[in-house]
């Protein structure tokens, strides 16, 4: 990493210190810690994660950016890479794999079916992009993304990291915002529990229209 | 038991050669490490050592039929005027497998006719699964397939006409050969459209 | 291609108001009165021949107010499928009995019937719904099923143009989004049962007991469904005593995208596309046996290029297929990522020829009732011949140096996970794995495709059937694929490569056909019936890792659970077609 990138300007060196030191501020310092080792979560869900193998495998070696360490446990990891089709089945585990992930952690949504839904959107098992459960951070249209796309987005990732601010991230704020999310379950249907009052309201409306209806047919 | 592990030697006789081989390589190859040259050789047959394409540095050539999301052709009438070829047929919305062509139709306010021009025209890129249907079935080469994937963005795709709008000297860039058959074509067509009106 | 044949018994004649002729044009086999099935199926099985079950899949005549159940039986020894049906009034509770007691390998896909169209397989020994969770609401392959999304009952939609404003799937959904429920429905009363019970219940053996003393328990594992091991969404659930394997249940739907319901809405071209998404290792593949099963409905006679080309891009797509098993293999038994990283270069050079070819690596989507896309281009062809000819041969003899003779992992492979041949047979084992049990069974030899025919090749048989078997069987694969390709490259003539005008619509008569080829994974069948409408009435899609899966727990009962991930991996799932 050269000098100017950690160097911010603004403060006198003296020059018998010139080289030697490095003056920098603490964001830099941190951010560039985070994008240099983006460890993500050994986790594909469809055909977007033979890309995300590829994209780890020699020929594109996403090792370059500090990215190849794909951890198993979510614990360990800094990033998900949402590969694929999410579907009601799974969704509960993605939440709660995301939900045990250590801040700070970042969502990627690979491929059109991630992002919103995809081919299979209009399917009776699908969730239409993961962004309905989790913050995403970087989108990345294609279906699949090629590994080269792939890592045009990782790097829009290490963009992101490094406007970023200690004193701005969401997760070392107090507020609503670093509640966890909260795990959906399976009913009936997917029942995500941010929901329940309209979906309540809603089911009701419909009881009431049929008893209308049923009432003007007798 | 003799000869216990001499499979495994084997197999790492094979590992060695290659991580001897990488380094060799890579002798070939100072001063040129990013050039086409190289990207080249390592998608030949006779690839060997390292195999890694350092992108964004270096870039595997895209081949021209490679597909991505589709683009709308506009060709530059005089005085730089955006004349979009699209007459907004709706054959690519039909023939779209996730359905994720929306398409509003021109009329004429004065008339009520519809007018061959698309009022709007949305691809949604969360659902566009790249399959090629539009480029393929579109009779007026007006949709394309794009090769710039580097799109990665911090929210949704949702392209709209103004997104979608690319110049057809970027089609001929892209997709030369391509290109070069269809204005062929329609060339052709021209000339006999003329033969019979003559 | 397969032509159920006119069988030299007549059933109809040997079991007299038992069988009938299926005589509704377009269809052909039998329709075996429910109450017989069984007594007829062992008849079909024991005095015909045809020892295994390849498909069984369920059809929705809604007007005709009927199921019907289709199976696909064929012989080991060769020769087209053999094609029954059952058919049972469509009034709840719909039952038929189960064949499981015939043909063991019925097993999930009876399952995955009762799960998405909601018949009661009769005598059937665990019929809990598959690929849904217990507790769904509905059948959803059935025709009056309407999901939240649900827009029109075929494409192209109406809303899309000429007046298509642009609006999220999300605004039109009664709940908001991909969701439905009851009217009436209260989420706070909702209780919610406890999903997994059924399952743990169906796990046998499960016990605790006392010896000398200490108290010992069996445990019970689950794998997946987000474990480095299991290949993707698979989830597993096994009871351990110590680290042997008592019962081992496999967990799946993680990845049901609903092939099938949107199949029925699509067009038949629009499923093309589709199809590349099964298995998303052999796009090029996927496609070749539902434009065979459409082809002839049709009556399309495939271009000779045509042919030839499907036949390079199937076998490039195989052995690229082999490798990747290898590596993941590898990976699996923990040697981390080094023969994956081999096995991953020489597939990037195929697909790249895939990308130059049909304009992506993964998602090829190049077939075309009829033919393909476009042709070869040159460079691609140099290409190919240089992978053919110079590099693939070296290559594939430096990975099986690398691998074959590991000490490590010959004693990790040896005799672990046999399947007796009998058992892969019951089981509609097909594939690698069914010619390593010693079963001479490949579709290309057996009920010839496309081209095959003119071939030389051989169909490598090992005897073993444990896991190193399995490996050797696919490398020897691989060797023969590289035969072929060599064959076809010196063979092939110029030529269209697509019979007519490209068209996006497409009249099918009316009908039924079932098209299966030797995908690199084992049979892939597509079961189609067309009401003559531009999009078909029912898109059954027979996976080969679907039904192998079926053999799972008859291999890992008594091994190790650390020799299960190995086993698991030798049985080539992926996901996309587990799940579809
Ligand atoms: S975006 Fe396309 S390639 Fe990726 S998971 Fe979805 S269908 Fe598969
Ligand atoms: S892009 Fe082509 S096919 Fe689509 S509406 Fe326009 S002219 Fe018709
Ligand atoms: S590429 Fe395929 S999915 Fe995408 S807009 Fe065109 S036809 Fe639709």
Known sequence: MSNNELNSPGYEIPEELEGKVAITTLDKIYNFGRRSSVWPMMFGLACCAIEMIAAQAARYDMARFGMEVMRPSPRQADMMLVAGTVTKKMIPAIVRLYNQMAEPKYVVAMGACASGGGPFKEGYNVVAGIDKFLPVDVYIPGCPPTPQALVAGMIKLQEKIDKQSISQVRWYKKGADTVETPIPFLGPDLIDPRHIPEIKAKAAELAALAAAASETVA | MYGYGKGILKGLGVTLKRFVESYLEDLNWIGKKYSAEKTAFHSSKNQRGTFTIEYPEQKLPTPEEFRFVPFLVYDEGESGKKEIRCTSCGICAKACPPQCIWIVRTTDPSTGRPVPQPAEFYIDADICMNCGFCAEYCPFDAIKMDHDYEIASYGRNLLNKERLMKSASYYASIRPLNNAREVEARRAKEAAKAAKAG | ?580
């Open chain 3, 1 to 580: 291609m397969t032509t159920p044949v006119v069988e030299a018994i007549n059933l109809a004649e040997k079991f007299p108001g038992k069988v009938t002729a299926d005589a509704r044009p377009g269809y052909s086999g039998w329709i075996i009165s429910k109450e017989n099935l069984v007594e007829v199926a062992t008849f079909i099985r024991d005095e015909m021949g045809y020892d295994a079950l390849t498909n069984l899949c369920a059809i929705d005549y809604l007007e005709q107010k009927m199921m019907e159940v289709t199976y696909q039986v064929f012989k080991t020894t060769g020769g087209p499928v053999l094609t029954f049906k059952a058919q049972a009034e469509r009034v709840d509770p719909i039952e038929i009995p189960s064949v499981v007691s015939v043909w063991p390998g019925a097993e999930l896909q009876e399952r995955e019937a009762y799960d998405l169209y909601g018949i009661r397989f009769v005598g059937h020994p665990d019929l809990r719904r598959i690929l849904m969770w217990e507790g769904f609401d509905g059948y959803p392959m059935r025709r009056d099923w309407k999901e939240a999304f649900y827009e029109e009952d075929a494409k192209p939609l109406k809303s899309r143009w000429p007046e298509g404003k642009h609006k999220l799937a999300e605004t039109r959904a009664t709940f908001g989004d991909n969701v439905a429920f009851k009217p009436g429905f209260d989420p706070d009363k909702w209780i919610p049962s406890d999903p997994e019970e059924l399952l743990y219940a169906t796990l046998k053996n499960y016990k605790s007991e006392v010896k000398d003393g200490i108290k010992t328990d069996h445990v019970v594992v689950n794998m997946g469904p987000q474990h480095p091991s299991t290949h993707g969404v698979f989830r597993a659930v096994a009871v351990l005593d110590g680290e042997i394997v008592v019962s081992i249940k496999p967990v799946m739907g993680y990845l049901h995208r609903n092939h099938e319901k949107i199949g029925e809405r699509n067009t038949w071209l629009q499923n093309i596309p589709y199809t590349d998404r099964l298995d998303y290792f052999n796009s090029m593949y996927n496609a070749w046996s539902y434009a065979l099963a459409v082809e002839k409905m049709m009556g399309i006679t495939v271009p000779e290029r045509a042919e030839y080309i499907r036949v390079i891009m199937g076998e490039l797509s195989r052995i690229q297929n082999h490798l990747i098993l290898f590596g993941m293999l590898w990976n699996d038994l923990g040697s981390y990522f080094t023969p994956a990283l081999y096995a991953f270069e020489e597939r990037e050079l195929i697909l790249d020829i895939f990308e130059a070819v049909s304009g992506s690596r993964m998602m090829c989507n190049y077939y075309r009732f009829g033919g393909v896309v476009r042709d070869i281009d040159e460079a691609s062809m140099k290409k190919i011949k240089e992978l053919v000819f110079d590099r693939l041969p070296g290559k594939i003899e430096e990975i099986d140096r690398l691998l074959s003779e590991n000490e490590i992992f010959v004693s990790r492979m040896k005799g672990v996970g046999y399947l007796s041949p009998e058992d892969s047979i019951a089981y509609s084992v097909t594939g690698p794995n069914l010619r390593a049990a010693g079963v001479p069974y490949d579709i290309r030899r057996a009920d010839p495709y496309g081209i095959y025919d003119r071939f030389e090749f051989d169909i490598p048989v090992r005897h073993n059937s444990d896991l190193l078997d399995r490996y050797h069987l696919r490398m020897d694969e691989i060797h023969q694929s590289l035969r072929i390709l060599q064959q076809a490259l010196k063979q092939i003539t110029e030529g269209p490569v697509l019979a007519g005008k490209p068209q996006y619509t497409h009249r099918v008569p009316v009908g039924e056909a079932y098209g299966r080829v030797e995908a690199p994974k084992g049979e892939l069948g597509y079961y189609v019936v067309s009401n003559g409408k531009g999009n078909p009435y029912r898109y059954h899609i027979r996976t080969p890792s679907f039904v192998n899966i079926t053999s799972m727990e008859k291999m890992c009962v008594g091994t190790k659970i650390a020799d299960f991930v190995a086993i698991l991996g030798m049985v080539d799932i992926v996901l996309g077609e587990l799940d579809r």
